[in-house]
C-alpha cells in the first residue's frame, strides 16, 4: 500500500513508520523541517517537505494515496492553539477531499468527544467534527491515552522540589498510553479495508494518580515521592514561572479540571473503558528513569 504519514518523526509518527516499512509498505513522510529529509530517507521513506498550512502541498503530497495517517502537533503555535489546530484539521481536511483519499487514520484522544473543560483537546474535537463531514473517505479516529512521555516534563519539579502533581487529585484514575502503542493501533488501523468512520481506543494502562508517583518516584530512588493536588491557580502559576506561555499553560490547567470532573474520562468510560496496549506504567517507569 502507499501510504502518507504526516508527523515527521515524532514519538508516534517515526515507530510508526518503521512498522510500515518493516511490512513492505511505500512510505511518504510529511515534515515542515528539512533538516529531516535525511533522517527519513534513511528509514526508507519518501519524505514530503513542506507546510501543513499549505493545502496545494498536502494535495499533491495526497494523491495517488491508500491511506493518510493525519495527526496535528499538541501545542501548533503559543496564542490560539485551539484555533490553530482546528485550522490545521481543515487544511488536511480539505487535502483529503481534493485527492480523492479513501482512508484515513486520525491521532485523536481520550476526552474528544466532549466540547468543554478539555484543554487543548478541544481542538481534537472540532477536528473530529470536520473530518465526519469529509465525503468519501472513511475515517479511524484512534483516541489515545495520556502520553507517558508527558511524564518527562514533572523531571525538574521532582529534581527540585521532591513531589509531583497536577490540578486533580492522587485518587483520580487516568488512561495511559504509549506512543509506541499508539504507533501499533494506527498500523493496524491504515491497513484495514473498511467503509465508515469508526472510534478506536488506545490505552495501556489505567492508573491513579497516586501510582505515578509511587512507580515512578521507586524507578529514581524516591519510594515516598508524593503526589500534590495544586490548585487550578497554583498549577497555572508553576507552568507559567516554568516558562510555558500563557495560553498553553491556561489550556493544560483547563484540561487538569477535566481530568478532575470526569470530562475527559468520560468518553472512555462509557465505550467500556478498552485497555489494548501492552505498555504498562512499571514499564514506562523504566524508560522515565533513564530520562531522569
Known amino acids: 500500500m502507499k501510504i502518507v504519514i504526516t508527523g515527521s518523526l515524532g514519538n508516534v509518527a517515526k515507530p510508526l ?7 513492505g509498505h511505500n512510505l511518504t513522510v510529511v515534515s515542515s523541517n528539512e533538516a529531516r529529509k535525511q533522517d527519513i530517507e534513511s528509514l526508507g ?5 513542506g507546510s501543513i498550512t499549505d493545502v496545494d502541498f498536502l494535495t499533491k503530497t495526497f494523491e495517488n494515496a491508500d491511506a493518510v495517517f493525519v495527526m496535528t502537533p499538541p501545542a501548533i503555535s503559543q496564542t490560539n492553539i485551539v484555533e490553530n489546530t482546528t485550522n490545521a484539521g481543515k487544511n488536511y481536511a480539505e487535502a483529503l477531499k481534493k485527492a480523492n483519499v479513501k482512508k484515513a487514520v486520525m491521532l485523536s484522544s481520550i476526552g474528544a468527544a466532549s466540547p468543554i473543560e478539555n484543554g487543548p483537546i478541544k481542538g481534537l474535537h472540532h477536528i473530529e467534527n470536520l473530518y465526519r463531514e469529509v465525503e ?20 525538574p519539579l521532582i529534581q527540585n522540589a521532591g513531589i509531583i502533581g497536577g490540578n486533580y487529585p492522587e485518587n483520580t484514575e487516568i488512561p495511559v498510553v504509549h506512543p509506541n502503542d ?7 488501523e491504515l491497513v484495514k479495508n473498511e467503509n465508515g468512520n469508526s472510534i478506536r481506543y488506545i490505552v495501556g ?30 498549577a497555572l502559576n ?15 490547567v483547563e484540561m487538569g479540571l477535566g481530568i478532575r470532573t470526569g470530562i475527559v474520562q468520560k468518553d472512555f ?6 485497555v489494548t496496549g ?15
Request: glycine letters at 6%; charged letters at 25%.
Open 17 to 23: 513508520t518503521q512498522q510500515l516499512i518493516a511490512s
Open 45 to 49: 521513506a519518501v519524505a514530503a517537505i
Open 136 to 155: 468519501n473517505t472513511s475515517f479511524t479516529f484512534l483516541r489515545a491515552g495520556y502520553f507517558y512521555n508527558n511524564f518527562f516534563n514533572d523531571i
Open 182 to 188: 499508539i504507533a501499533r493501533a494506527a498500523a493496524e
Open 205 to 234: 494502562d489505567v492508573r491513579k494518580a497516586s501510582d505515578f508517583a509511587k512507580v515512578l518516584g521507586a524507578s529514581v530512588g524516591k519510594p515516598e515521592l508524593p503526589w500534590v493536588a495544586f490548585s487550578d491557580e497554583d
Open 238 to 252: 508553576g507552568m507559567l514561572q516554568a516558562g510555558l506561555p500563557k495560553d498553553i499553560a491556561e489550556l493544560y
Open 269 to 274: 468510560i462509557e465505550h467500556g473503558s478498552p
Open 278 to 292: 501492552t505498555i504498562k506504567l512499571e514499564d514506562f517507569a523504566k524508560e522515565f528513569a533513564g530520562k531522569f
